[in-house]
């Protein structure tokens, strides 16, 4: 195996150099967790990967329920499917929890504050209600639980966390927030070894070929348990070494694999997320340039061909959208048409003529 070959399958894998899935909910069963705390840019990394999917089809995938934004790993944001969000769940956030217990103490919340949180938050969002974050705030200050500096969203979260909240359908542009068990009914628990192998599958026929510390990175997992979960998975997996790491994917390949892929991806997409280390993507000279100030914010990319080659930049007019390219070099002539092709399908997702320059 080459870089390229890896750079090839993960293409593949991550539904970019080719998709056959043509519903929101199909995309993000395949990956098990999108990242999507960025909204928009989340809703694009689903819909650049589905066949003709609009930003509407994505919109009326929340609004249905047919796929549910919450924080199941990494304390971060994520589009899951409603049947992969309890076992998730249950497998990743007690980890979160209890890393999060020193900040809690330093917000004064501790455990007889988050129950009266979670019994006024469930009697107020009985029945189906959504409340957007500055009324689920106001109720709880009404009822004396103070949402000072970052009290409210660390309860919020924690709710979620613990199964009772999830993120409802978006209100004039603005979050909301729902009793997970309206949107997300109880079912089957699976245990510990069900979860830990199922995660495995999902991240590695997703993001592979992919390494141990990779998964790790992805689930939050104690490197014990992810062993557990890659030697469970092994078997439905395909592995070769690669400068001195062992990489693990999906057996279930076609004979031959697309030579070539342009795509216009959001700054938090799986690509550039999914994996620890982002040298096969990106060289590490223009990793600031993506990661402005290494603040945690990553900027919209041009990849070709599994590598960055520059950025992107969207500018909403009255009529139309203006896509300004800003490559590192400049690229070569033969992409322009791809580019191009990549740049309509932005314009369709969103259902507006699409000015490139």
Known sequence: MKAQDIIRLRLFNQKLSKSSETTPAEIVSWFGAMQAQDFAGAKWSIGLRGKGMTEMDVGRAIAEKQIIRTWPMR?????????DV????????????????????????????????????????QGGKQLTRKEVYDILNLNGISTEGQRGIHIINYLAMKQVLCHGAHQDKQPTYALLDDWVPVGHALSTEESLHRVAVKYFQSHGPATLADFVWWTGLKISDARLALNSASPLLSSFEFNGQKYWFSSDLPDRLPAKNISLLPGFDELMLGYTDRKLLVQEALLPKIVPGNNGMFMPTIVINGKVEGLWKRTFKKDRIVIQLLPFDKIHDKYKDDILQAAGQFGHYLGTPIELC
């Open 86 to 125: 309890r076992w998730l769940l249950s497998l990743l956030a007690p980890r979160i929890i209890s890393g999060a217990a020193g900040r809690h103490r330093q917000l004064e919340l501790d455990a007889l504050t988050f129950s009266k949180s979670q019994d006024i938050l469930e009697n107020a969002l």
């Open 75 to 83: 304390g971060t944001l994520h589009f899951v499917v409603p049947e």
